[in-house]
């Protein structure tokens, strides 16, 4: 059992992706922003956290930028649905730049998830 | 006005098999608009009366059909609802003034239709993050449902569909937004723009005997990001315009060089290529010079040029990043036009794969200018 922290401002695909994981009996934290995540993960360090890119306030991309400031080798999945100004594959490319491990394009199934959590543990 | 006529059918009929045979709608649009010309031709020069025409076009497309047993009659026709009949019989408007309208549309329609692609790019970008995340949702619930029904039950399987149509729907996103993207320096590569160039002045020097082409490269290798052959078509379509421009000899000077500073407009972009195709030919008036680049313009006699070639070239500068600039003039010793195009250099640092030289002849063939 893993301790995951899942950051997304899409209140439906931040529950789904919780309640996939909870069925894999891992430990969940659902954060709707950047900036509560970024709360939560200085409060509790996750073993493992999964984010959006995209998002209000604080974007997927500082996150990851501070979080793998903060801790050493941290297993990181960015996802990403695409923006309106540059394509997800770019998200995704420096995402994985700055630290992310694993780079999970969104729409994604529950098999897609659990392969980008494998490769993120290495 | 038999032999006029049968010349003219002769010529029909072979532009009639380009139209229909076109590769693409570009080129097709071309071989239209070379259709137009001759019609145009015809009537206002040679006094041909439209309904003249309107028969050539009939005996063009049933001597095509019966060459090509494959396409039915309908489909030729059909392809082809040529503005020579549909002027003829229509009202209001005089023959010349039609074609011209008809020129118009072709333009119009070209603009509508770059529009239209334009605003599928933006709306497949636009939705794209938010059609994901809802898909995404839609995905992982059915498949969380489908956990908790029993195997072999009817909402099983209707979960399965559900799932069978998200994935059709990621499908979709995915090839919306690769369309979106396919124009996006597709198919580019470095290539040696000198190696290009010297091609395309071996293809006019092979065609245009009685010119002199000289040429002064003070860089070589000049290596840009291209598709193959575009920077051969760019000088020979600027070189067929240059020999257009002189009476019936003279030399086309092509000068190769790093660009300036201040010839470099992009982004901090320290180096650029510029090539400079230069003609004493009669030069051009700035109201000329204003109107060169558009699609269709030409000052060439009637049947000599489309009009296309110099709006090629600006639009395949464009797109290789770079700037074309022309001046010009009517008199004096120094009469002639140099066209000037700066293209971006790539450094040393960005070739990861290498030179590779332009492709062939292949450009000869595309060289739409006349």
């Known amino acids: 059992m893993a301790h995951i922290l899942v950051i997304d401002d899409d209140v439906l695909l931040r529950d789904v992706v919780t309640q996939m994981l909870e069925k894999d009996n891992h430990y969940v934290e659902a954060a709707c922003d950047g900036d509560e995540g970024l709360r ?69 199934t529950r098999t897609e998830l659990f392969e980008a959590i494998t490769v993120a543990m290495g | 006005m038999d032999a006029l006529k049968e010349t003219t059918e002769k010529e029909y009929c072979k532009i009639l098999q380009q139209v229909v045979f076109a590769d693409d ?35 063009a497309v049933l001597r095509l059909s019966e060459e090509h047993p494959e396409l039915t009659l309908g489909e030729v026709a059909g392809l082809l609802t040529l503005p020579l009949i549909e002027i003829s019989m229509s009202y209001g408007m005089s ?32 939705i794209s993050h938010d059609f994901n995340n809802i898909l995404g949702s839609i995905i992982g619930y059915a498949e969380l449902i489908d956990d908790e029904l029993p195997e072999g039950s009817s909402g099983k399987k209707n979960i399965k569909h559900l799932l069978t149509a998200s994935m059709r729907a990621r499908d979709l996103v995915a090839r919306m937004l690769a369309f979106a993207r396919q124009g996006e320096n597709c198919g580019m590569v470095v290539v040696d723009a000198v190696s290009e ?36 078509q760019i000088v020979m379509n600027l070189c067929i315009n240059a ?49 060169i680049f558009d699609p269709f313009f030409t000052t060439k006699e009637p049947g000599k040029g489309t009009g296309l070639g110099l709006s090629i070239v600006h639009s395949l500068v464009a797109e290789l990043g770079g700037e074309l600039t022309v001046e010009s003039r009517t008199s004096g010793d120094n009469c002639g036009s140099d066209f000037r195009f700066i293209l ?26 006349r």
Do not use: W
Not at chain 1, 71 to 81: F, R
Not at chain 2, 200 to 225: C, H, R, Y
């Open chain 2, 243 to 291: 020999v257009d421009a002189m009476a019936q000899s003279g030399e086309i000077r092509v000068y190769v060089e790093r660009a300036t500073a201040s010839q470099c407009g992009y982004d901090g972009a320290a180096s650029g290529l510029c090539v400079m195709v230069s003609d004493r030919g009669h030069g051009m008036t700035p109201e000329m010079q204003e109107r």
């Open chain 2, 344 to 369: 971006p250099l790539v450094s040393d640092e960005q070739q990861g794969t290498g030179c590779r030289r332009s492709c062939s002849r292949l450009a000869a063939a595309q060289c739409m200018g």
């Open chain 2, 197 to 232: 160039i010297r091609e395309a002045l071996d293809l006019v020097n092979v065609t245009e005997k009685e010119f002199t082409i000289s040429l002064q490269t003070g860089i070589a290798p000049a290596s840009v990001m291209a598709k193959p052959g575009q920077v051969q």
């Open chain 1, 40 to 108: 939560m993960f200085r409060k509790n360090t996750p073993d493992i956290v999964i984010t959006d890119i995209i998002m209000p306030g604080t974007e997927g991309l500082e996150i990851i930028k501070e979080m793998v400031r903060l801790v050493d080798d941290l297993p990181i999945v960015a996802m990403s649905g695409g923006g309106r100004h540059s394509s997800y594959t770019n998200n995704l490319k420096i995402a994985k730049a700055l630290g992310a491990r694993a780079m999970l394009p969104k729409p994604f």
């Open chain 2, 25 to 59: 709608p570009d080129n097709r649009e071309i071989h239209l608009a070379d259709a137009f010309e001759l019609g145009r031709n015809s009537v206002s020069q040679l006094m041909m009366p439209p309904d003249e025409l309107v028969s050539i076009h009939h005996a």
């Open chain 2, 95 to 126: 023959f010349r003034e039609q074609v011209e309208q008809r020129y118009q549309d072709i333009v119009d329609r070209r603009l509508q239709q770059a529009n239209k692609l334009e605003a599928v790019g933006t709306l497949a970008a636009g």
